[in-house]
């Protein structure tokens, strides 16, 4: 089915959109310039979607928002936000409504190879590194999904030859019926629990990437995280590994093999840190097959990073400074401090997503020289911190500043000459920005308005 005929399908049904956000912006300007009866859901009020709403109805969109969005509504098919658990929309299906979402239709229109990539760590990278492995190689890609670039709208223009390279989260996988051609997971560790009731919810999401999947295809998994490991595909189950030799890509002696054959030394991939020779073996696992060995050790030398990750911003008075907003997750956060090489002056907090930080804790104590904490989760981690059997209170200050700018400029006034000023937060950004790139860009601003 084509698109076309799709959207053709859906002009005697009554179709809700739950939540204006950035990926059901351009399904709702699809469907409503194909002439469907649209509703659009939100829990912001009319006043706070502000433009947004305005363009809705003037394209002929009806609006449902404000605390009550979802009562009093009876709809043919739904489509949901990925933030939203579909627990929440479980009363339109008791009704008789179809749940979906602008990702599963992607799924059962695209007309081209699918690798899928999700996880807890990693994936974001691990996508970018991937679809720039198969640029190389000379295939015309494709890369949305989580990582911000919704793709349903763009199916016209996509031929058979083509590859698509999808990060989901476990917000979009769960429920959803997908069957990408090749799978990966990176790993599992807890995340998300803000959403997910507990972690075997969380695990459930994840493992939909692979569940629709047949004898044709191919999931990679990570075979040294124990949530990981024992995964099984329907169809081939090959493996990445550091620790030892696998039936995928791994690291011995500080090489890098991929089915067998020697690659390239782990030390000549540009980008630092274990956990980034962990994304580029996923990534050679993953392409195995579609792009030579040549291409993939080329890159690996050649590719700088993602914004956000790891992300040098400037050296000012001889002070380094690092944009890691991407590190949501206390996980996360530790890779980025086993990846510098200093001790770093960190500033760390953010949005509660119910993820303890015992094990941070340990860490900020053995490898960080200064500790700023900002945003609803810094006495938290401040109590991680305090109670870890390693902390030294004259050996690493504490700086408690709840406004993000303040912190930044506390952290940077602390800092001499051969520091490193580390924002990497362990937590979610949205206590007080929309997301892990928006506070990443006001770290930026902030570090280049340093005099």
Same mark, same amino acid.
């Given at each position: 089915m084509t698109l076309n005929e799709?959207?053709?399908?859906?002009?005697?049904?009554?179709?809700?959109?739950?939540?204006?956000?950035?990926?059901?912006?351009?399904?709702?300007?699809?469907?409503?310039?194909a002439g469907c009866d649209v509703t659009a859901c939100d829990k912001a009020?009319?006043?706070?979607?502000?433009?947004?709403a305005l363009w809705l109805e003037s394209l002929g969109c009806k609006l449902h928002s404000g605390e009550s969005y979802l009562d009093d509504t009876d709809f043919d098919i739904v489509f949901r936000t990925p933030g939203l658990h579909p627990r929440f929309l479980s009363a339109f299906a008791e009704r008789g409504a179809v749940l979906t979402s602008e990702m599963e239709v992607?799924?059962?229109?695209?007309?081209?190879?699918?690798?899928?990539?999700?996880?807890s760590d990693g994936k974001t990278t691990t996508s970018t590194v991937t679809a720039e492995l198969l640029k190389r190689q000379g295939y015309r890609v494709w890369l949305g999904g989580n990582i911000g670039t919704p793709l349903l709208d763009k199916l016209p223009e996509m031929q058979p030859t083509d590859?698509?390279?999808?990060?989901?989260?476990?917000?979009?996988l769960h429920s959803m019926r997908c069957h990408p051609h090749r799978a990966l997971i990176t790993n599992l560790a807890p995340n998300h629990l803000d959403v997910h009731p507990d972690m075997e919810d969380y695990v459930a999401a994840k493992k939909q990437i692979f569940a629709q999947q047949t004898a044709d295809d191919l999931l990679i998994v990570n075979a040294d995280n124990a949530v990981t490991a024992p995964l099984r595909s329907n169809g081939q189950t090959r493996y990445f590994s550091r620790c030892k030799a696998v039936d995928g890509a791994y690291c011995e002696n500080g090489t890098i093999y991929r089915g067998g054959r020697a690659l390239m030394a782990a030390a000549e991939i540009r980008i630092p840190g274990w956990h980034n020779v962990e994304n580029f073996m996923a990534a050679f696992a993953l392409t195995d097959g579609l792009v030579t060995d040549e291409n993939c050790a080329a890159l690996a030398r050649e590719f700088p990073g993602v914004e956000h990750r790891l992300e040098?911003?400037?050296?000012?008075?001889?002070?380094?400074?690092?944009? #890691?907003?991407? *590190?949501?997750?206390?996980?996360?956060?530790?890779?980025?401090? %086993? +990846?510098v =090489?200093?001790?770093?002056?960190?500033?760390?907090?953010?949005?509660?997503?119910?993820?303890?930080?015992?094990?941070?804790?340990?860490?900020?104590?053995?490898?960080?020289?200064a500790l700023v904490l900002t945003g609803f989760t810094a006495e938290a981690?401040?109590?991680?911190?305090?109670?870890?059997?390693?902390? #030294?209170?004259? *050996?690493?200050?504490?700086?408690?500043?709840?406004?993000?700018? %303040? +912190?930044? =400029?506390k952290a940077s006034a602390m800092a001499v000459e051969g520091d490193l000023v580390l924002l990497s937060p362990a937590c979610a950004s949205f206590d007080h920005f929309k997301n892990f790139a928006e506070r990443g860009n006001a770290f930026r601003q902030l570090v280049n308005a340093l005099y």
């Open positions: 799709y959207l053709s399908s859906l002009h005697d049904k009554r179709i809700a959109v739950v939540g204006i956000g950035v990926s059901n912006k351009p399904l709702l300007k699809l469907l409503l310039e009020s009319k006043e706070k979607l502000g433009d947004t992607f799924f059962s229109l695209c007309p081209c190879e699918i690798l899928a990539i999700t996880g590859k698509v390279v999808l990060e989901l989260s476990s917000f979009q040098h911003i400037r050296t000012l008075r001889g002070v380094d400074y690092c944009n #890691d907003s991407i *590190a949501s997750s206390p996980s996360r956060t530790i890779a980025g401090l %086993e +990846a =090489r200093q001790k770093p002056i960190l500033i760390a907090g953010g949005y509660d997503k119910h993820i303890p930080f015992d094990a941070l804790g340990d860490e900020i104590c053995s490898k960080c020289k981690i401040r109590k991680a911190v305090t109670d870890s059997p390693l902390y #030294d209170e004259a *050996a690493l200050p504490i700086v408690m500043e709840p406004d993000f700018n %303040e +912190a930044v =400029r």
